[in-house]
């Protein structure tokens, strides 16, 4: 059964810095594209970075240049370095694949929390 996992999340204020980890039991992230999505309070489930199996990376315009989202198929994980936080950042982070057609069960989340 595929279980995905995202943690690393928390409080922090404004500016500061976080790096949230995704891994999964029962499914591999090789050779799959994958990404990290994101559901603030009141809003729908908005895709925020992207990563090929070779690499490849693309971000959601409010994001590029302060997230990073990077992998390591070696131990089965997905991250995402996030810096300069801003309180519209505030919301659960989640991970799973990058193409629609064929995401996972959605995992639990981490809660990312920017306030002052």
């Known amino acids: 059964q595929v279980q995905l996992v995202e943690s690393g999340g928390g409080l922090v204020q404004p500016g500061g810095s976080l790096r949230l980890s995704c891994t999964a039991s029962?499914?591999?992230?090789?050779?799959?594209?994958m990404a990290w999505y994101r559901q603030a309070p009141g809003k729908q489930r908005e895709l925020v970075a992207g990563i090929t199996s070779v690499g490849e990376t693309n971000y959601e315009d409010s994001v590029k240049g302060r997230f990073t989202i990077s992998r390591d198929d070696d131990k089965n994980m997905v991250y995402i370095q996030i810096t300069n936080l801003k309180p519209e950042d505030t919301a659960v982070y989640y991970c799973?694949?990058?193409?629609?057609?064929?995401?996972?069960?959605w995992g639990q989340g981490t809660q990312v929390t920017v306030s002052s």
């Open positions: 799973n694949r990058l193409d629609s057609r064929f995401l996972g069960p």
């Open positions: 029962g499914y591999s992230f090789t050779g799959r594209r």
